[in-house]
T-cell receptor, first 118, second 109 residues
Framework: DVKVTQSSRYLVKRTGEKVFLECVQD?????MFWYRQDPGLGLRLIYF???????EKGDIPEGYSVSREKKERFSLILESASTNQTSMYLC?????????????????FGEGSRLTVL | RKEVEQDPGPFNVPEGATVAFNCTYS??????FFWYRQDCRKEPKLLMS???SGNEDGRFTAQLNRASQYISLLIRDSKLSDSATYLC??????????FGRGTSLIVHP
């Protein structure tokens, strides 16, 4: 089974702290994504990566950065956490849609990291 | 206009009922379509892909209408365990999926 593992299920941080959210997948997927999910707003894409050391901004990248030094690991960084970054953060991975007709590009999600910034 | 729109619900139905959700998308170049299910406080998981000819998986039927740019999900003989949020996902030619905000389903005894 595909496994996407997020390092922390629950975190509580203070305003101004630097926060690292780690995500590791074991399926050799090229694509990795970071979303945040808030009530009434659904899933919003923060950043994604389609290869090692490659990253692209999603819809709401402000206040976040990412790192992909190894194919299996995609980290989300909050340089200076703020209260409006309190949210559920979801990591996902997938093969590219172009990697063969049998691949639908299904996203596999981690269990999520619920971050509270005080 | 949001790229992928869903009625948030909640749809409140009795066990055994048939319920249908629609999802509209704005990008006519979209190529791949999916329904994901998300249980409370859990991560989304793929329910089914949506194919051009429509497809069925047990009690679940998915349809695509490219002309009107919508996809649908039909659930027959609803079970209590079907209670969840159903997310519509659309992908264009790139690898970036766009999520709808989800439709909440509550199946009651």
């Amino acid at each position: 089974d595909v496994k996407v593992t997020q390092s922390s299920r629950y975190l509580v941080k203070r305003t101004g702290e630097k926060v690292f959210l780690e995500c590791v997948q074991d399926m050799d997927h090229e694509n990795m994504f970071w979303y945040r999910q808030d009530p009434g707003l659904g899933l919003r894409l923060i950043y994604f990566s389609y290869d090692v050391k490659m990253k692209e901004k999603g819809d709401i990248p402000e206040g976040y950065s990412v790192s992909r030094e190894k194919k299996e690991r995609f980290s989300l960084i909050l340089e200076s956490a703020s209260t409006n970054q309190t949210s559920m953060y979801l990591c996902a991975s997938s093969f590219p849609s172009t990697s063969g007709p049998s691949n639908t590009g299904e996203l596999f999600f981690g269990e999520g990291s619920r971050l509270t910034v005080l | 206009r949001k790229e992928v729109e869903q009625d948030p619900g909640p749809f409140n139905v009795p066990e055994g009922a048939t319920v249908a959700f629609n999802c509209t998308y704005s990008n006519s170049a979209s190529q791949s379509f999916f329904w994901y299910r998300q249980d409370c406080r859990k991560e989304p998981k793929l329910l089914m892909s949506v194919y051009s000819s429509g497809n069925e998986d047990g009690r679940f039927t998915a349809q695509l209408n490219r002309a009107s740019q919508y996809i649908s999900l039909l659930i027959r003989d609803s079970k209590l365990s079907d209670s969840a949020t159903y997310l519509c996902v659309v992908k264009g030619g790139s690898y970036i999926p766009t999520f709808g905000r989800g439709t909440s389903l509550i199946v009651h005894p």
